[in-house]
């Protein structure tokens, strides 16, 4: 893609999201177009939001999973940049109506007390570089469409990459434990919809352990002299399937020890 392709992708992505109408997939317009031409819209796309007064929190992982690259014909995750504003607290009423298409997801998220950086990072650098790790929900959104309503056209990943990967929200709760307080790989949870058990899953899933994810974007950023910083939250990856959500719907996610996180979709 051309500079001006990608500048223009990203303004289209901008736009979706301000009128709550996803767009065409990306990838109907430039069906050649990379990975790196989907990070180079995603990057502007966080320009764009930084120029509204937006500040950059953390990063998120994605398609942690080997059952999903599988399914995707992919053989690394993904990331997408956390913001200020995409932050919820734990208990409540969120707006659906600013969200295209939002489902949710359970994670992990790990604050950072130390920098990353390198080529080399380990999960124990991780887990030396972490404050604590928390129960979150990663709300994601399609600010194209992720099944195109004419033509059935289904977006790809290099769509969703560039698409922030999907992210539009967190929700932080429960109990904060320190990294090593427990086997991170057994943390897990129960996702439920309006009272109905809806998803189950071990943070194992992610990489067979959530320190792994965020080994993963400290190593995916290195080769351009970026580090992950103290005081970001870094979601590790999802280790259950994303349900819908509507306006009306209740949440509770149950992580056993770790506490509980709740919301209400209005």
Known sequence: MQSDDIQQAAEDLYHAERKRQAIDPITLRFPDMDINDSYAIQQQWVNKKIADGRNVVGYKIGYTSRAMQKALNINEPDYGVLLDDMVFADGSDIDVSQFCDPRLEMELAFILK??????????????????????A???????????????????????TIADNAGNAGIIMGGRPIKPDATDLRWCGGMLY??????????????????ANGVSWVAKRFAPHGVSLKPGQIILS??????????????????????????????
């Open 193 to 210: 919809l309006n009272g109905l058990l809806e998803e189950t899953g071990l943070a194992a899933a992610v990489l067979n352990h959530p």
């Open 114 to 135: 130390e920098e990353l950086s390198g080529e080399n990072v380990s999960v124990f650098d991780v887990l030396n570089a972490t404050d604590y790790v928390v129960p």
């Open 237 to 266: 990856g999802s280790f259950t399937a994303p349900i819908p959500v509507s306006a009306g719907d209740t949440i509770h996610a149950d992580y056993g020890p770790l506490g509980s996180i709740a919301c209400h979709f209005v």
């Open 137 to 159: 929900l990663e709300i994601i959104a399609a600010r194209s469409h992720r099944i195109h309503p004419e033509n059935q056209y289904k977006r790809t990943v290099r769509d």
